[in-house]
């Protein structure tokens, strides 16, 4: 099970890359799961609303099959969780429920909030969060992953065709002229290095990384 918090959700569905996703992770649509308010985060009950929202009908259209396919996202609220009782303010109430259902949970969470991990860097000697770290995910990772097993030009010119969507991506794979894909590959590795740096070395990176 993959949990994706609202901001990497829409990305994805914005970049029309929802399938090569869960293709790269190899799992189906089913095996998401999306926060219970993402359909009104992104307007989908409103046809003009979602597509000023998301910025195209494909993107409208992908994040419908992604609400309608996904499970949403459920917390058992119990004392023994010790993630509903985070209560930092640099963490947003969306972010800390994704944290919360991690707990004794085996997915994994994909967020597009790199300050969410950054902020969850700074609660020390907390077990539960420590444990954590090995299940997250940013979107930049997420990519990554995507072009490990999708064909280079196929993402390139869907991510280069909306450069309004995130910068980070957008500047990787080249704003004004289409990057390589090895120079790609490095420039997300260079805000994944960053993340880890940002979190004081408790954002992991991928053990098969090439990079």
């Not at 309608?68 to 969306?94: K, T, Y």
């Not at 969410?116 to 997250?136: E, F, M, N, Q, R």
């Not at 500047?171 to 120079?183: D, H, K, Q, V």
Request: aromatic residues 6%.
């Amino acid at each position: 099970m993959y949990l994706l918090d609202s901001d990497a959700a829409k990305k994805i569905c914005q970049y029309h890359l929802l399938h090569e996703l869960a293709g790269a992770l190899n799992c189906a649509l089913c095996d998401f799961a999306v926060l219970p308010q993402l359909k009104f985060q992104l307007k989908l009950t409103k046809d003009d609303k979602a597509l000023a929202k998301l910025g195209t009908q494909e993107a409208v259209d992908l994040a419908r099959q992604l609400v309608a396919a996904a499970c949403e996202v459920q917390v058992v609220a119990q004392s023994a969780n010790p993630l509903l009782l985070l209560n930092r303010p640099d963490i947003d109430s969306g972010e800390a429920t994704l944290f919360a259902a991690l707990y004794g949970n085996e997915a994994e969470l994909l967020s597009g909030d790199k300050r969410a991990y950054v902020a969850l860097s700074k609660v020390d000697d907390v077990p539960t969060v420590d444990a954590l770290w090995a299940h997250l995910i940013c979107l930049e990772e997420a990519m990554w992953l995507v072009l490990k097993h999708i064909d280079f030009q196929h993402v390139s010119d869907k991510v280069r065709a909306r450069p309004d969507v995130d910068m980070a991506i957008s500047i990787s794979f080249g704003r004004t002229a289409a990057n390589p894909l090895e120079t790609v590959n490095e420039a997300l590795w260079g805000y994944l290095r960053s993340l880890r740096t940002d979190t004081g070395g408790k954002y992991l990176l991928p053990s098969c990384a090439t990079a």
